[in-house]
DNA sequence: ATGATTTGCCTAATTATATTAGGACGGATT
DNA sequence: AATCCGTCCTAATATAATTAGGCAAATCAT
């Protein structure tokens, strides 16, 4: 549906900046209207419903994650993949929380099959080649890989760290490095 | 403005089980106002707006999580008290996960320093003193373990792990092994 | 060129939700 | 009995989602 260079995708560009402006759980179709100039009724000449809408703005910023990540990734290894690719989610979601915030909103299967949500995980995968783990502790380290950065990116957003003093970027300094300790020396458990 | 035991709470339950029901997304205030057989407007009598019906559904969630995680604490230690808290946490997201999603509702700051909110990382602070770690580590250990148990739960919840076969209660066992040992065994950095 | 098609919009209208205004009613209080 | 208070109601307005049906400029085919 989505043709490339299209009216529709000035719309879903138009439709992640307004997330990204006023939050996604605000992103309306009125509101994408109104920013465009149009009326209401002339947005479902290119979506089928606010479903859509919000479905497109996901697909955008996975695949926009995905490719920071992967440009993160690019010739590092080991520790360093690891940063980098973690500082690419984080930073990406502080860059466009809207968008970050649309990343986490569910897909149906085949949707989310044909996003870039898998490319997500095999790049954590991919991290993992540095940290020799056997399966399934290496599916199991990319579910953890995954929730951590995750978590601590949507609890920094959500303001949940602005009660103490200590400065997030440290904080992340610290998770990274003790991420990368007990994917380095934990003995494999391979339950 | 909750009066215990008035009609005040009977709106939050019902608030909250519809929630847990349809989702914490779709509550609105007409939904409620059909379950509890009145009209809309009948509950402003007893709430300010939408916003505070999701806030009250939020500070009830971050109270019966932390009830719980306090009683799942109580008479534990260490890698004990980690798994049991962890335990506490999953366990409420996956029965109630309306209230769940409710209790990452951002709360103007003067409720949320007045919610349960705090109570949880004062909590995890005291399952770190089973780790002996110094500040900040601290600081960024509950950090971490916010964000790592947040996230992974947030992740299961939101169907990430169907796609892969392995068991998502393997996959946190083996987070939560992991976990307790990087706390134990990671070298304080004090950066 | 030119009629057919497509594309992008629009107006009108419906339904659901949020919210305000103002009033009715029964029980509790003085 | 006069007054309050708590709870609910009807009426009304504004915003948002969505459907139906129509108009015009741009594009294409012949």
New binding site residues.
Partial sequence: MARAG??GERLTLAAAELADEIGFDRL????VARR?G?????L???IE???ELKARVALLALEELADRAAAALAGRAGRDALVAFADAYRGYAKQHPGRYAASRYELDPQTAAASAGPRHSEMTRAILRGYDLPEPDQTDAVRFLGGAFHGFVSLELSGSFRHTPREADASWAWVLDTLDFALRKHPARTA
Same sequence: chains 1, 2.
């Fill in positions: 299209g009216a309306t179709v009125s509101a465009l149009v009326k209401d009724p002339s479902y000449a290119h419903n606010a479903r």
